[in-house]
Every structure is written in structure tokens, then in C-alpha cells.
């Protein structure tokens, strides 16, 4: 039997940080996912509610890929009054060919993290206009900086604001992002985040808010939204109303956005229609369909995270743990 | 955050064979099963037809059990082609009140292997007849030699026959079975198991059948059947008369076996209703219905196999690592 190679988070971070190759590894995965027969299973999820406890697991597999990822996310919300993180988990990637585990990923979620933030760039890539050059980040966690550094991966950013609820939150966060890209980062305080969208090029939307933090009325033409907060039925970043305002809404997978993202509540006020056809990310970077075809156009993307991104970026770590000759190979 | 305890089959083999404690540990799972508000979502399934392969994902959360197992069983059948196995796989176990991944049994489906086979000794202690001591084993292959070896645990079996449709893979099973247990395990000729069941008190199927090995007319007073190889919609080792024939019918778990066990084949039949009620194994264990209730009864009890097996074997394994020191820990 082949080796298992076993990768941890610390092994993970030295090799895989945001570059060009990983959002081109994602972008691959979404137009996969728009014109091959991708097998995508429902969610397994687990439910364990005397602790506060769920468990999902997902998976996908992508024809072309010679791996295909199977990932378990426990997120257990009790688990900061032990001092430990509610939100964990690995991948595991097998081949294609003979589902032999070829590694496991220790990763604690941070190989999600990476994906996510490379499908940031990826809409960018295609919706945002060429010359995009002021970040509106709403948020200030982990999907804030990360996704502030993928769009510089893809656009002329040369100044972001950063607006947050938590309004300290939003300084660090700033500092932070300042020191590490070399741009000027600014955090925007306020009641709401009117100012820091007011004339931004791109807006990225990271929150786990359940209520809109993002009102329709102060979208301007020219500007790209990615709205990739909203992950779950109860979550909402976006006014419905931005959904028709938007002169191209584009979706990571369709059906989930009617089930989990913003056009999920966009469905509910009754301002998109539940068999309404929109664009898929994936069928604009494969040029099926045209992404953003003028300079005025509001653009409007709704990422709610996909498993073929979890079997791209796998696949893509697993070459480079083994090009680097790191993880740990075990024999079963 | 804790460490991971990465546990190769090589050391599983040493900590983990058949005894009384796994006997005992899998009882509790099947009594849970019954008795407890078991979370056990249902299988997730991915197919990869360009390679013939398949994989499951299975899992369970039994109140009481400190961790909860997930199971990943890929099989890939034109892995022989490759001189590899077609089945393999690995389990985890994650913390029931963190959510925290505990440990990888990187057992290549021999923890599922050892909890099936306490599985048919569960279903003898509470089925078959006190004094049982002729066992017939139709079937050579991994689970013939574990189901016989999980018999003699609890009952006095002093002889066995195996029946097998390769004479010569039934020859080996019983030489290799009698110099390991110590009793006498003759192979059984013919074109078919009857001579093997006539006048033994056990029976117990192990093979992928898709018709039926075992007749109905072919059962006496007294004796107990245990179906075991049934997992699958399109699998089929009894004839469906027998489950009219027996005088108690016992399923692992009613849902599944309506659904993939022996039972399925009888409710296809018209030979049970599909609404019609039988005891499950866990409610006799429990002691909430009766077993074997006289000498002459028929018994017949069909698995499937379950999540909450998997549960309790990988909980038992991971507290005898840990108690042996063995398997290698990861800090993530």
C-alpha cells in the first residue's frame, strides 16, 4: 500500500500562502464545476446539541483532478469557555483513481481559509473593473485581511478602508493589513459602512451578520460587490434589494445561493424569482457567459463556499507538500 | 490544542482482536441504538464511475460514548487490476464534547471488520440456543473466519462446518480456522450449504450473494441464522420465505435492513409488509424485548451494519492506545 502523507497547519502555512497559482488552481475548480460533470454530494452534517456541537462534511469530485478532498468541519460553540477554538477540522485528500488516502491535512481550517479568500480574487478577476484600485472591506477577521491581499493579487489596489461593528477591531485590523501589503489601510468608523463604500472600486462584504450590513442605495455604477459572509440560511450581509439593483449578479454555485447565500433572502422579499436564471462564476471565467461588460455596471458576486474549491486546493497543497518534501509519510 | 493520535493498522492488529470487552462494547452500541436519541445521519455517498469507485461516508453521535466516530470506506474495484485492494479506508474519532479530532485509525476497514464480527456475537448471546454447538459458516472469506471466532466467545461451539462456492477457498478457510481455535472445522463439498446446515444449531451468512445461499425448507427447529453479508440494496443471502419462517426476525437497525438487509428482499416479496414491525437487536440486548424465547424457536437476525458500531469500536480502540502507549501523536 502507498504511504499517507500526514500534513499539519504549521507545515501548511510554510507552503501554501495566496499566490497567483492558487487562485488559478480555484478558478479551474469553478469552471469545472460550470461545464463538467462534477460530483458534489449533499452536506452529511451531525448535530449534537448538549454541547452546542455540529459537524459537516463535504466532498467533490472533479474529473481532471487527480485527487478528490472529503472535508470534516466540527464547529462547537462552547468551546472558547475551554479555551480551545469552536471552529477545527481536516481534509483529506484521494485519488481519483483508486481512493486510496493519499494525505491528510491537520489543518484546522486553514486550507479554507486560503480558498475562500483565492474565490475573492477570482470574482474580482472577472467582475471588478481593470482599473479597481480602492478596497472597501466590511469585517475585520480572518476573511478580511485575507481577502484584501487576494484582491491585490488581481487589481491595482492602492488604498482600502476597513469597516466593523467593533470599531477597535477594525484598527488592528487596519495596522495589520497596512504593515503587511505596503498600502494605506484605513479604518472607517461610523454607525454603518456608508463611508467606507462611498467611492470604493470593490467591496467585500466578510461578516456573519444576520442582518444587512450593506444597503442597495449606497451602491455607485462601476462598483463589484463580493458578498462571501453568508454561508447558512440565517445569514444576510447584503439588502435584497442590492440583488436587483446589481446590473450582473453571479453566483458561486446557483443552487446553493438560493438555499444559503444572498439571493437566498433576495428569493424571500419576493425581489428575485426562486427559477430565475443568473450567471455562475465559473461559466464567466471559462467565457461562457460575459462578466462585466461595461465601466458603469454594478456587479454583484455570492460566494458560499463550494467542495470542488476543497478538492482544487487540496490537490494543489498536496504537489507542493511533495515537491517541498514536507508532512510526514506514514505506512498502513 | 491537543494532540492527534495517528494509529497505523499494524498497531491496531495488536491492540484490537476479537474478545469479550468488544463483545460488551458493541452490545452497549446496538442497546444505545434503541434506547438513546442516537444522531446517525444518513450514509454520503460519491460515486466515480470512470474508475469504478465508490466511497462512503458514514457516521454516529451515542450519548454516553465520550467520542464519535466518522468513517471513510472508499472501494475501487478495478484496484486488483493494479495489485491493490479494493477496499480500505480509514476511521476518526472526534471529541463528543469538543468536536475535536482525537484520533486516525488509518486501519484500512479492519476496525469495520472486528465491530461486524462482535456484531454476530451479540446477535448468538441473545438468539441462539444455550447449548448451541455446531456452527455452519457459509462464506471463506475475512468475515467466516471473524464471525466463527466471535461465536466461539459466546456460546460452546465445538465444531463448524464451512461451506463455500470455491471448494478450495472453503478447504483452506476450515484448516486455517481449525489449527487457530482449536476445534474441528471440516470444509462442506457440494453445490449447495445444505448438507453444512443441516443439524448445526448457527448458522451464519458471510458472503456478497445477490440470490440467496439459504433455503427456508432447509431450517430446523432450534436453530439461529445470523445474515451478515447483506449491505446493499442489490445483495440477497436468504430466501425471503425464511423471514416468514422463522419465529422471530431480529434487525440491527429496522430502517436499514427494510432498506438494504434481507428483510428488503422479503418486503419486495410480498412476503413482509413494509410497515410491519420487528424487534431490533438493541431492544433485546436492552431487555425491553424478548429473545430467544424456547428451544425449537427459529431465529434469524439480519445486519447491516450501523454507525454506532463504529462509534463504539473506535472509542474502545482509542482508550486501549492510549492505555498501550501505542500510535504516533501529532501536535496541529
Known sequence: MPDITIVTEADLRKTITLDHEIVDTIEAAFVALATKPVAMPPIMRLDIPEHRGEVDVKSAYVPGFSGFAIKVSPGFFDNPKLGLPSVNGLMMLLSSTTGLVEALFLDNGYLTDVRTAAAGA???????????????????????????????????????????????????????????????????????????????????TTTPAELPILRA??????????????????????????IARADLYVADSLAQTRRLGELHHAIAAGIAADD????????IAAGTLAGRSSEGQITLCDLTGTGVQDTAIATLAFSRVARAGSGTKFST
Open 217 to 242: 442605495d449606497w451602491l455607485e455604477p462601476g462598483q463589484h460587490v463580493t458578498a462571501m459572509g453568508s454561508d447558512a440560511e440565517h445569514k444576510n450581509e447584503v439588502e435584497p434589494a442590492a
Open 122 to 204: 477570482v470574482a474580482a478577476r472577472h467582475l471588478a473593473r481593470e482599473d479597481a484600485s480602492v478596497a472597501a472591506i466590511l469585517g475585520a477577521g480572518v476573511q478580511a485581511k485575507l481577502q484584501l491581499e487576494a484582491l491585490t493579487l488581481v487589481r491595482p489596489i492602492r488604498e482600502a478602508r476597513i469597516w466593523a461593528r467593533n470599531a477597535e477591531k477594525a484598527s488592528a485590523c487596519a495596522r495589520d493589513l497596512s504593515e503587511r501589503l505596503g498600502i494605506k489601510v484605513e479604518a472607517m468608523p461610523g454607525p454603518d459602512a456608508k463611508e467606507a463604500v462611498t467611492g470604493a472600486d470593490v467591496i467585500v
Open 276 to 283: 430565475q436564471s443568473f450567471a455562475e462564476l465559473g461559466a
